[in-house]
């Protein structure tokens, strides 16, 4: 089992920066991938990045080059470091764990960061 938490949302303005991060519980987060996923309003879930327990990566082609995950596995952690904001960017942000980086759906979801980006 694990619990996951997010933090690091908020307002900001488009161009600006913002850094997202999950703190997971259980002594087992280093053998996890991690995600971090978006949900707009009236949109569907999707999957903006996340970080294999090899640290391979994946990023969505709207977030590549802006957005770049990371963990930190002494501290049970993940990042999202977002720059170059867009309004579109606006959304409900969520963490998840799951053994797969590729799973779907992942097995263990925080209860999600609101990120607002103003133009």
């Known amino acids: 089992q694990v619990q996951l938490v997010e933090s690091g949302g908020g307002l900001v303005q488009a161009g600006g920066s913002l850094r997202l991060s999950c703190a997971a519980s259980?002594?087992?987060?280093?053998?996890?991938?991690m995600g971090w996923f978006r949900q707009a309003p009236g949109k569907e879930r999707e999957l903006v990045a996340a970080i294999s327990s090899g640290y391979t990566t994946y990023y969505a082609d709207s977030v590549k080059g802006r957005f770049t995950i990371s963990r930190d596995n002494a501290k049970n952690t993940v990042y999202l470091q977002m720059n170059s904001l867009k309004p579109e960017d606006t959304a409900v942000y969520y963490c998840a764990a799951d053994s797969i980086i590729y799973s779907s759906p992942y097995d263990y979801w925080g209860q999600g960061t609101q990120v607002t980006v103003s133009s």
């Open positions: 259980g002594r087992t987060f280093s053998s996890y991938a």
